[in-house]
Every structure is written in C-alpha cells, then in structure tokens.
C-alpha cells in the first residue's frame, strides 16, 4: 500500500481505535510505510508450512529440536 | 596512556582496576578525574545526561574488593538506581519504573564498581543513531556533526571520548553494537538472559541484554565478567573456525566492505579457518526486528504515563509507535517462525563453525542533521540498514560482539561483527583480541580527534 491510500487507511484505522493523527504523523508513517512495508507484505506472502513452530522458545539457549549436536 | 596526558581515564579498565588494587591509584582521585573530565570534555558529544557525585562517592566508600574495586563505569539510562529513576531517553519511563536496586546495579556493586554517571540514549530505545533523545543527540567523537549510534549511544560515545573506559549498554535490536561500530569501541551483546531482567526497562522483551561497552576486548571481558557473575575465561583463538554469511556482505559501503574483508584475512592469517555459511531465514530478520523490538514492549506501557508526556515526545516517535500499532497480527505471529526458523540455522551452522562474521553497519556514521546512509542500492534510512545487519542476534538470543578493525579515508570507525553459538560469549572475545593482535591494536588504540585535543593541551 502507498501514497494516498496508506495515507487514509492508516487515519481510519487509528481512529477506530481512539487515536488522533495529524500531519506530521501521515508523513512519518508513509515514510516508514515505503521503506517496511514491502517487506511486512513479503512476511505475510512467504510460505512458513514447512517451519515447525517452536514450543519451548528459551533465547537463552539454541533450541532442542536443531538436529545438530555440539 | 595519551602521547602527553597522565590522566587516569586515558588508561585503559583493566589498567585503572589494577592500579587502584596495588595502590598506585587513589580511588576517589579517580572518580573525582572522571566528574571533572565528563564535566570538561562531554559538550560536544552530549554523551553524559547525569552525574550524582554524592551518590558515587557513597558507592565508593561501600564498595567490597572486587575485580572492579572503585573504577568508575557508566550506564545507560534504562536501569533503576537506588537514588534515580530510568527514563529510556525521554520525560519518563513509560513503564512506571521509580528508583531500585536493578541486577545491573547489584552486580556492578558487588563487583566494586562505583557508577559514576547515566548515558544518553536514543528516545524509547526505538533507533539505533542516536539522534532522537530527550536530552538532545548524541555524536560520535570521530565527528561530533555525526550519529553516536543507538540506542546506547551515550554509552558508546563516553568510551570513545575517554570519559569512561567502561559503561554498560542494553541491546534489544543492535542497541549495543550500532554505536559500538559508529563509535569505534568493543561492544558485547551477551548472551539473553545472561543478566537478570529486574530493574531494566524492556526487562519484559526476549530481544534485549545488557552487555559492556569499552574501548578493547580485553576490557569487555572484565567489565562482562562483572555483568554476568561469571567467568569469561580467555583462550587462545586460533584453532576456531570462522564462518562467512554471504547475505550480510550484500549491499554494503565498498569501504566497509573492504575494511571487513581485511579483517577476516587476518583471522585467517592468524590461524582461523574461514569458510562461507548459509543460513535460512534471513530475509526477514530486519521486518521481524522492527515488529517484535516496536511492539513487545507495549503491553507494559502504562497507558496514563504515555498520555502525560507524549507532549514532549518527540514527533517521529510519537509517529512511529502509532505506525507500529498497525502492523497485522498475523505478521507479528510470523515473527515467532522466522525466530525459529533463524534459531535452528544458527544451531545448525555452529555446529560446523565457532563464530560467524560480517560488517556490523552498512555504512558509517551518517550526520545528526540526517541520518541516512548512502549503500549500493541507494541511500535509505540508517535503522533500515543496521537492523539487517544486528537484528538476528536478538531473534535468535546468541551473542554478539563489535570489533573495531578500520576507518574510511575521512577518519571514520568500521567494525566486524561477530557471533557465537547460545552462552560461549568468551569465544567472541578471543577472536576480538586475536583481531587486536592482528592488526597491532591500531584501531582499539586510535583517539578520536576531540579526546586527542584535549588529552594534549
């Protein structure tokens, strides 16, 4: 989405949710709208079915079911 | 120690650490040399936002023998302190934080360290120049008209300024290694959760860890030791296997580039072995950074203190968090795939090599007045290039360092980025130091011209 349109789906979307918007904040917003959002786009397009989810997500440490040993 | 200058913060942690452990060094001379440095030198870079002598000299006098004992260490304007609260480089915390004992504080104290003063730090943590913070920016010393990097830049910059020879970051998407690289110092991201959460504003978020900025390796390591109340135990680097991830080399500054690949020609020749490595998943480290590092947090955010100061927030900011607030559920729940995706692959690939490898920042420092850099591809937003570069470290959890290893024509810093396998962050500071040793410490050593100008008058 760019231009205009993001422009006015973002304006109505906030204020759905109580959140004013002005100017300054649709410029800010496209800005950042043409730089992420052909990669969010990409994200929400790209196939994870083959990407087991992990269930025991600890950062901490490298995840049990990696398959490699060290 | 400067050509010209016999003031102890010219010397190096490890340095000041000893010295005031034999004796050659009044504890509290030091830390009284450090106020009136920051005091002196601080303007141009506006690294330091506060100083509380009363306060530091009462550590002082508290503190136990410890490997830090009375050396004055900095941090970053995220943690409770017994007399002050954090305020993320802004009016206030948006989490209601009030004053404590945060771990960082607990294990600085236990360490002997005495806190001598809060960093500046990019607005919220939300970028990674620097140059958005209630406090106003934050410049490198290598060029005071550029980015410190963010959010740690105060941090960062202190170090390399010499104000500090140590101060402690917090790094949720890059926030430590960005102003590293911009700054030209050693920054580790530890291990996540390495250092208890308490105390620390985005405590609650599974990207961020604490970890020490300071101007070499060998300094990282005392200062990390003290952060994770563990040993970091040194060993001899040159049997480990570096790993190359092509990915990260595309679309980089050809200066940079060229510092970089120097830099793993050196590994190499000092006795690493180099091999290319791929990892799955990389395509969407930097939208899965930005998503999970813009919206983990915002469940904590008491919705009263935001509608109190969003006033005086600043209007990218303000901006920014309501752009964020449009991001699809569902692109947010794909984040937690691309992590597990990234995290098996990074398991998989160190089980073939020990670190992996690649520039740490695009582009060097942009200007204060518009941070953008200029790449391959054209000139972007400085976050948009970075967080490609660091974001995976956060996703995955694993540490990462910063190593100084060049500068561009026009005397700017360039830095390697290193990565370890989950909890071996000692083995990131073994090839930091084999870098050093490689390149005879020309870059670790260097003095940003408004240390050096002062250091010598």
């Given amino acids: ?70 | 120690m400067n050509a010209g200058s016999d003031h102890p913060q010219d010397l190096t942690l490890r340095e000041q650490a000893r010295a005031v452990a034999a004796g050659e060094l009044d504890a509290t001379e030091l830390l009284d040399a450090t106020l009136r440095r920051i005091e002196e030198r601080d303007g141009p870079v506006n690294s330091i936002v506060d100083t509380f002598a009363s306060e530091s000299a009462r550590m002082l006098n508290e503190a136990p023998e410890g490997p830090l004992h009375g050396v004055p260490i900095a941090v970053k304007d995220m943690f409770t302190l017994p007399w002050r609260a954090p305020r993320d480089g802004a009016p206030r915390n948006l989490q209601g934080f009030g004053p404590g004992e945060s771990a960082v504080y607990r294990r600085l104290r236990d360490a002997g360290a005495v806190i001598v003063a809060v960093t500046n730090m990019h607005e919220f943590g939300a970028g990674s120049t620097g140059h958005l913070s209630v406090y106003g920016p934050c410049a490198t010393p290598w060029d005071t008209t550029r980015c410190a990097g963010g959010s740690s830049g105060g941090s960062g910059a202190a170090v390399a300024a010499r104000l500090v020879a140590g101060a402690v970051g917090t790094d949720g998407g890059g926030s430590i290694r960005y102003p590293s690289a911009y700054c030209g110092i050693t920054g580790l991201k530890l291990t996540w959760g390495t250092v208890p959460p308490d105390g620390y504003t985005h405590g609650h978020a599974s990207l961020g860890a604490p970890g020490p900025m300071c101007r070499d390796a060998a300094d990282a390591r005392l200062l990390g030791e003290a952060l994770a109340a563990r040993p970091l135990p040194e060993q001899r680097a040159t049997n480990l296997r570096v790993g190359v991830v092509r990915t990260f080399w595309e679309n980089i500054d050809p200066e940079v580039h060229e510092h970089c690949d120097l830099a793993v020609e050196r590994l190499r020749e000092s006795g690493l072995t180099v091999a290319e490595v791929e990892l799955d998943g990389t395509e969407f480290v930097r939208i899965a950074t930005v998503l999970r590092l813009g919206l983990e947090g915002d469940p904590y955010v008491k919705p009263e203190i935001w509608e109190e100061i969003q006033g005086e927030v600043s209007p990218v900011g303000r901006a920014l968090a309501k752009y964020l607030s449009l991001a699809p559920a569902t692109a947010v729940v794909r984040t937690d795939l691309v992590r597990a995706q990234l995290r098996r692959s990074l398991a998989r690939a160190f089980g073939h090599v020990d670190v992996l490898a690649w520039p740490m920042v695009p582009a060097p420092p942009p200007p204060i007045a518009d941070p953008r850099v200029q790449l391959p591809s054209g000139e972007v937003p400085a976050d948009y290039g970075n967080v490609r570069q660091g974001g995976i470290a956060n996703l995955s959890g694993v540490p990462a360092l910063s190593a100084p290893c060049g500068f561009t024509r026009t005397g700017l810093p360039i830095a390697l980025h290193l990565l370890a396998h989950w909890g071996e962050d000692e083995r990131l500071l073994d090839v930091a130091e084999l870098l050093e040793q490689a390149t005879e410490r020309r870059y670790v050593d260097a003095v940003p011209p408004l240390a050096h100008a002062t250091a010598v008058s």
Avoid: K, N, Q, T
């Fill in chain 1, 1 to 70: 989405m760019a231009g205009e349109d993001f422009r006015e789906y973002a304006r109505l979307a906030l204020l759905r949710e109580g959140i004013e918007v002005d100017d300054v904040d649709l410029a800010v917003m496209s800005v950042a709208e043409s730089v992420y959002g052909p990669e969010r786009e990409a994200l929400m397009a790209a196939d994870f079915s083959h990407v087991p989810y992990e269930h025991d997500l600890d950062p901490s440490r490298a995840p049990s079911d990696a398959g490699a040993e060290r």
